[in-house]
C-alpha cells in the first residue's frame, strides 16, 4: 500500500509537471513559475478563484448579508457574489489538493503519514469522472460561506438541464448529465456536462476560443445580470498542446 501511495504521488507531480506553461515568465502569474509542490496557500486561492479556470463576481456595491441563508448549502435566494471554477481542470485539482497539504502540514510529515495523506487524495487527483466530463463547480467566494441559490436545492435534474449551459465560442453545447448541490455550508455545487458528443469528439480543442457557461433568471434571481453568463479564454486553458479541462 505505501508503495502504491508512493507511485501515485509520484504520477501527480508529473502531471504537474506537464501544466508548466510555456509562455514568457513576464506574462505569467507567480504560481504559473512554481511547481504545484511549491505553491503558497495565496497561490492555490489565486488559481480557485481568479485565474484561467476560475472567476469570482459580486454584484456591484452590494454586500454579502452573513446571517442570510437557510439551508445546508448556505444558499440565499439571490446571490450577492459567487465563484465559479472548472472543477475538473488538472490545474485546479492540484491546487485544492496543495491547500489540502499546506492545512495538514504535509511538508513536515513522516513517509508513512505522507503516504495514508496521497491514498486519501487518490480520487481527487486521478478524478474518473473528469476522464468523460467536464466539471463545473459553483461556491461562495472564499471567506464566505452564504451565497449558492437556495433553489438549486429542491431542482430536480430535469429542471437544471434547463437553466445551466456549457458551451463554447460557436454555441456547440454538451448536456448536463448529473447535478449536485452543496452538502455543506460554503461547500460547492457540481454540474457535470458530457465531455464528448455522439461522434466522441470533445467540446474544447486547441482551436477553441471560449467557453461559456451560462445560469438564467430561474436560478440566479434578480442577480441574473451579474451571474448569467461565465466566460474563459480557452486559449489560456492550453497547457503542453492541450486544453486543460
Same mark, same amino acid.
Not at 51 to 56: F, N, Y
Not at 61 to 81: F, N
Not at 95 to 116: C, F, G, H, V
Given at each position: 500500500?505505501?508503495?502504491?501511495?508512493?507511485?501515485?504521488?509520484?504520477?501527480?507531480?508529473?502531471?504537474?509537471?506537464?501544466?508548466?506553461?510555456?509562455?514568457?515568465?513576464?506574462?505569467?502569474?507567480?504560481?504559473?513559475?512554481?511547481?504545484?509542490?511549491?505553491? $503558497?496557500?495565496? @497561490? =492555490?486561492?489565486?488559481?480557485? &478563484?481568479? #485565474? /484561467?479556470? %476560475?472567476? !469570482?463576481?459580486?454584484?456591484?456595491?452590494?454586500?454579502?448579508?452573513? $446571517?442570510?441563508? @437557510? =439551508?445546508?448549502?448556505?444558499? &440565499?435566494? #439571490? /446571490?450577492? %457574489?459567487? !465563484?465559479?471554477?472548472?472543477?475538473?481542470?488538472?490545474?485546479?485539482?492540484?491546487?485544492?489538493?496543495?491547500?489540502?497539504?499546506?492545512?495538514?502540514?504535509?511538508?513536515?510529515?513522516?513517509?508513512?503519514?505522507?503516504?495514508?495523506?496521497?491514498?486519501?487524495?487518490?480520487?481527487?487527483?486521478?478524478?474518473?469522472?473528469?476522464?468523460?466530463?467536464?466539471?463545473?463547480?459553483?461556491?461562495?467566494?472564499?471567506?464566505?460561506?452564504?451565497?449558492?441559490?437556495?433553489?438549486?436545492?429542491?431542482?430536480?435534474?430535469?429542471?437544471?438541464?434547463?437553466?445551466?449551459?456549457?458551451?463554447?465560442?460557436?454555441?456547440?453545447?454538451?448536456?448536463?448529465?448529473?447535478?449536485?448541490?452543496?452538502?455543506?455550508?460554503?461547500?460547492?455545487?457540481?454540474?457535470?456536462?458530457?465531455?464528448?458528443?455522439?461522434?466522441?469528439?470533445?467540446?474544447?480543442?486547441?482551436?477553441?476560443?471560449?467557453?461559456?457557461?451560462?445560469?438564467?433568471?430561474?436560478?440566479?434571481?434578480?442577480?441574473?445580470?451579474?451571474?448569467?453568463?461565465?466566460?474563459?479564454?480557452?486559449?489560456?486553458?492550453?497547457?503542453?498542446?492541450?486544453?486543460?479541462?
Amino acid at each position: 500500500m505505501k508503495k502504491y501511495a508512493r507511485v501515485f504521488f509520484a504520477a501527480a507531480l508529473a502531471a504537474a509537471a506537464a501544466l508548466t506553461p510555456h509562455a514568457p515568465a513576464s506574462a505569467q502569474d507567480d504560481w504559473q513559475k512554481r511547481t504545484f509542490q511549491e505553491w $503558497t496557500k495565496e @497561490d =492555490a486561492e489565486k488559481i480557485l &478563484t481568479d #485565474s /484561467p479556470w %476560475a472567476q !469570482t463576481k459580486g454584484v456591484q456595491g452590494e454586500m454579502v448579508d452573513p $446571517t442570510g441563508g @437557510d =439551508a445546508i448549502s448556505g444558499a &440565499t435566494s #439571490s /446571490p450577492r %457574489a459567487l !465563484t465559479l471554477r472548472l472543477r475538473s481542470a488538472l490545474t485546479v485539482r492540484l491546487a485544492i489538493l496543495r491547500l489540502r497539504q499546506l492545512r495538514a502540514k504535509y511538508d513536515r510529515m513522516s513517509d508513512t503519514e505522507k503516504a495514508d495523506f496521497n491514498i486519501k487524495n487518490k480520487e481527487l487527483v486521478q478524478c474518473q469522472t473528469c476522464e468523460d466530463n467536464y466539471v463545473v463547480a459553483l461556491s461562495p467566494p472564499p471567506g464566505r460561506d452564504k451565497g449558492i441559490p437556495v433553489v438549486l436545492n429542491s431542482m430536480s435534474l430535469k429542471a437544471v438541464q434547463n437553466y445551466v449551459k456549457l458551451m463554447d465560442e460557436r454555441g456547440q453545447s454538451r448536456e448536463l448529465i448529473h447535478f449536485e448541490p452543496s452538502k455543506v455550508i460554503g461547500g460547492e455545487a457540481l454540474f457535470f456536462f458530457s465531455r464528448y458528443d455522439a461522434k466522441g469528439a470533445p467540446l474544447l480543442t486547441p482551436e477553441s476560443k471560449k467557453l461559456v457557461v451560462t445560469f438564467s433568471s430561474e436560478i440566479m434571481g434578480d442577480a441574473v445580470s451579474t451571474f448569467s453568463r461565465f466566460e474563459f479564454d480557452v486559449t489560456k486553458m492550453i497547457l503542453g498542446g492541450k486544453v486543460v479541462f
